[in-house]
T-cell receptor
Framework: GENVEQHPSTLSVQEGDSAVIKCTYS??????FPWYKQELGKRPQLIID?????GEKKDQRIAVTLNKTAKHFSLHITETQPEDSAVYFC???????????FGQGTTLQVKP | NAGVTQTPKFQVLKTGQSMTLQCAQD?????MSWYRQDPGMGLRLIHY???????DQGEVPNGYNVSRSTTEDFPLRLLSAAPSQTSVYFC??????????FGPGTRLTVL
């Protein structure tokens, strides 16, 4: 079945450092890869996404890369700030299915 | 616009009781989904729907029923609650872009 593996499960960085979270997916037909940020007690919020016709996408301090051959995608956060502390989820899906398969989540702690 | 709404926010059930979690959206999205979130396990798909009258099973459908009689509503029914169903439940909607918008969640405890 469809599966998404996410690593690491926890990540602690110093403020100003970079953070990288990695995901692999099993369904080769997946073509949409979003990343969500979830703060304690809140709903997941989309922070960036990438589609399979693009290898990299950037939005200010956040970037996502996709390697379709390896079925691997990553989230990069540069110049981390304490407010980046949260749980981050990757997900994968096929177009027009209305469903996402999520990774297990990464708890990011940014120390001031 | 309210976006995606869920009721109730919190619920405590006894083992064996049944209940319905409500989800409604005013975004005119065709796709709706239900996820459960447990510590260390991310969000797991329970059931989803690609339009009114059409539903399908996700990763963890056992013990749950859904129906989609209108575009706006997608209720999730627990037939006979079990302690293993203690979780936070999120409803989500999306259009054809697959970008999902989540409701605020329902925190369910089964004793």
């Amino acid at each position: 079945g469809e599966n998404v593996e996410q690593h690491p499960s926890t990540l602690s960085v110093q403020e100003g450092d970079s953070a990288v979270i990695k995901c692999t997916y099993s369904d080769s037909a997946s073509n949409y890869f979003p990343w969500y940020k979830q703060e304690l007690g809140k709903r997941p919020q989309l922070i960036i996404d990438i589609r399979s016709n693009v290898g990299e996408k950037k939005d200010q301090r956040i970037a996502v890369t996709l390697n379709k051959t390896a079925k691997h995608f990553s989230l990069h956060i540069t110049e981390t700030q304490p407010e980046d502390s949260a749980v981050y989820f990757c997900a994968a899906s096929r177009s027009n299915t209305g469903k996402l398969i999520f990774g297990q989540g990464t708890t990011l702690q940014v120390k001031p | 616009n309210a976006g995606v709404t869920q009721t109730p926010k919190f619920q405590v059930l006894k083992t064996g009781q049944s209940m319905t979690l409500q989800c409604a959206q005013d975004m005119n999205h065709e796709y709706m989904s239900w996820y459960r979130q447990d510590p260390g396990m991310g969000l797991r798909l329970i059931h989803y729907s690609v339009g009114a009258g059409i539903t399908d099973q996700g990763e963890v459908p056992n013990g749950y029923n859904v129906s989609r009689s209108t575009t706006e509503d997608f209720p999730l029914r627990l037939l006979s609650a079990a302690p293993s169903q203690t979780s936070v439940y999120f409803c989500a909607t999306s259009d054809y872009s697959n970008e999902q918008f989540f409701g605020p969640g329902t925190r369910l405890t089964v004793l």
